[in-house]
């Protein structure tokens, strides 16, 4: 009913950058959230940051002036730069999205950052 297609994730040197992408379709009316969120194994899953619709953000104290996060409302497309990587963003990213039928979540993409 409702795909979400990420990309991006990989290896990169601690310093560095990704872009991580995620595309929503399927049986979509309104999305009232979109974002990222992450869990390192024997962690639980955090989130990273979010954005409405209207274009309000949150972001975790962690990744704060390193990450920005963006939406293309009519690709239904939401989009994570991440820049100056730290070995500990080293995690599964998950795409999430809110709509009016619920949440639902990537399948997630492996980012690992190297010192």
């Known amino acids: 009913q409702v795909q979400l297609v990420e990309s991006g994730g990989g290896l990169v040197q601690a310093g560095g950058s990704l872009r991580l992408s995620c595309a929503a379709s399927g049986s979509i009316f309104s999305i009232e959230r979109m974002g990222w969120y992450r869990q390192a194994p024997g962690k639980q899953r955090d989130l990273v940051a979010t954005i409405t619709s209207s274009g309000s953000t949150n972001y975790a104290d962690s990744v704060k002036g390193r990450f920005t996060i963006s939406r293309d409302n009519a690709k239904n497309t939401v989009h994570l730069q991440m820049n100056s990587l730290k070995p500990e963003d080293t995690a599964v990213y998950y795409c999430?999205?809110?709509?009016?039928?619920?949440?639902?979540w990537g399948q997630g993409t492996q980012v690992t950052v190297s010192s």
């Open positions: 999430n999205v809110l709509i009016g039928l619920g949440v639902h």
